[in-house]
């Protein structure tokens, strides 16, 4: 079956640490990938996504990821958190094309930033 | 910039009774969809509903639920017989784009609450 793994549910680091959040998928066909950030008292928001093209991708406020197919990863970055940064994220796979497929999400990891 | 609301934010009723939760997608979308996340847990994809009918549905997704698009703005999912493990956070989601390009907006959420 489809599935998302984020390895870490709860991450606390201090200001200025860098980030590195986990995410693999199990799907083996083409796949869209997606970061999805939820801030406390608010709605999930797209942090960035990936289609195709360069593996690198970034997105808003300084977040990152890399996909990397051999490792079926697509794993979140920053080199530098701030307090701002509290907030649960989300990886999240679209299992090939269609407008009307699913995400299917990780669990989520909860990210608390310490001034 | 344009976004997806739901009503009401929080919903409390009895097990046995009806649930209409609303939801006005980004206006020119095409593809609506609902996930619900049951507290302590992933975020789940219920449907998916493109051109007037359900797209996809998962297994969750049973006789007790239905989907509609009474207007041209609103998208409701109704439970008709609620239970107490249906008590989670309902969210809408909508795209505009098919294939590839399929960026999901999501609203608020509506917190339901079976008693």
């Known amino acids: 079956a489809q599935s998302v793994s984020q390895h870490n549910h709860h991450v606390i680091l201090s200001e200025a640490a860098s980030l590195e959040l986990g995410c693999n998928y199990s799907?083996?066909?083409?796949?869209?990938l997606f970061w999805y950030v939820q801030y406390p008292g608010q709605h999930l928001q797209l942090l960035l996504k990936y289609f195709s093209g360069d593996p690198l991708v970034k997105g808003i406020k300084g977040f990152e990821a890399e996909f990397i197919k051999s490792k079926f990863s697509f794993n979140l970055r920053k080199p530098s958190v701030q307090w701002s940064d509290t907030a649960e994220y989300f990886c999240?796979?679209?299992?090939?094309?269609?407008?009307?497929?699913?995400?299917?999400f990780g669990a989520g990891t909860r990210l608390a930033v310490h001034p | 910039e344009p976004e997806v609301t739901q009503t009401p934010s929080h919903q409390v009723t009895q097990m046995g009774q009806e649930v209409i939760l609303r939801c006005v997608p980004i206006?020119?979308?095409?593809?609506f969809y609902w996930y619900r996340q049951i507290l302590g847990q992933k975020v789940e994809f219920l449907v998916s509903f493109y051109n007037n009918e359900i797209s996809e549905k998962s297994e969750i997704f049973d006789d007790q639920f239905s989907v509609e698009r009474p207007d041209g703005s609103n998208f409701t999912l109704k439970i008709r017989s609620t239970k107490l493990e249906d008590s989670a956070m309902y969210f809408c989601a909508s795209s505009d784009e098919r294939g590839e390009y399929n960026e999901q907006f999501f609203g608020p959420g509506t917190r339901l609450t079976v008693l």
């Open positions: 206006s020119n979308h095409l593809y």
């Open positions: 799907y083996g066909g083409t796949v869209n």
């Open positions: 999240a796979v679209n299992p090939g094309s269609g407008g009307y497929n699913k995400l299917i």
